[in-house]
């Protein structure tokens, strides 16, 4: 099975600054990557995701993820973050079986 | 759009009572999935559905149960509900890759959540 791991649990920055979450994950096979975002309220929506290809994906609202195999990770960039970017964020995976497995969340606050 | 609806979207109940959360989805993806999330340990699979009268228990399963009688439907019981089991509920769909549709194999796409609070 697979297992997830993200790094920060809360993350406070300021507008303007630079993103970074950190994503981890175990599993000996090939893996299709995710990063969900929650608005406060929301549902899950999907970020971006890496099936095979160039490592560095791209995006939507300005986000870009790099898959490192060799580092079984991929980490979630922002250069210049927004207010409008403060909610959690959640690194997943899956193979072929389809089943989703999530990291704990990353809490990211964004002060004006 | 791919739709997934969720309902009801809050619910309070008391302990020892049997509840069921609904989903229903209107593009007819063979995978359906139901989540738990609570603080600090992300979203849990609870269940999850390859297709019609095919139903498999996730890490959570203990305490619930589903059945897919048809494509659209995958609900969600709660056969005697605990006060462990106060959480919010998301249903997602995901569908086989070359089925067509919206989005690629292996993206889900997520409901809006249920509230429960046991009491």
């Known amino acids: 099975a697979q297992s997830v791991s993200q790094h920060n649990h809360h993350v406070i920055l300021s507008e303007a600054a630079s993103l970074e979450l950190g994503c981890n994950y175990s599993?000996?096979?090939?893996?299709?990557l995710f990063w969900y975002v929650q608005y406060p309220g929301q549902h899950l929506q999907l970020l971006l995701k890496?099936?095979?290809?160039?490592?560095l994906v791209k995006g939507i609202k300005g986000f870009e993820a790099e898959f490192i195999k060799s580092k079984f990770s991929f980490n979630l960039r922002k250069p210049s973050v927004q207010w409008s970017d403060t909610a959690e964020y959640f690194c997943?995976?899956?193979?072929?079986?389809?089943?989703?497995?999530f990291g704990a969340g990353t809490t990211v606050t964004v002060r004006a | 759009d791919a739709e997934i609806t969720q309902s009801p979207r809050h619910k309070i109940t008391e302990t020892g009572r049997q509840v069921t959360l609904a989903c229903h989805q209107t593009?007819?993806?063979?995978?359906m999935f139901w989540y738990r999330q609570d603080l600090g340990h992300g979203l849990r699979l609870i269940h999850y559905?390859?297709?019609?009268?095919?139903?498999n228990k996730g890490e959570v399963s203990d305490g619930y149960s589903v059945s897919r009688s048809n494509t659209e439907d995958l609900p969600l019981t709660l056969e005697s509900a605990a006060s462990s089991q106060t959480s919010v509920y998301f249903c997602?769909?995901?569908?086989?890759?070359?089925?067509?549709?919206?989005?690629?194999?292996?993206?889900?796409?997520f409901g809006q959540g249920t509230r429960l609070t046991v009491v």
């Open positions: 997943a995976v899956n193979a072929s079986d389809y089943k989703l497995s």
């Open positions: 599993y000996g096979g090939t893996v299709n």
């Open positions: 890496y099936f095979s290809g160039d490592p």
């Open positions: 593009w007819n993806h063979n995978n």
């Open positions: 559905s390859y297709g019609v009268q095919d139903t």
């Open positions: 997602a769909m995901s569908h086989h890759p070359g089925q067509g549709a919206e989005g690629d194999g292996t993206e889900a796409f």
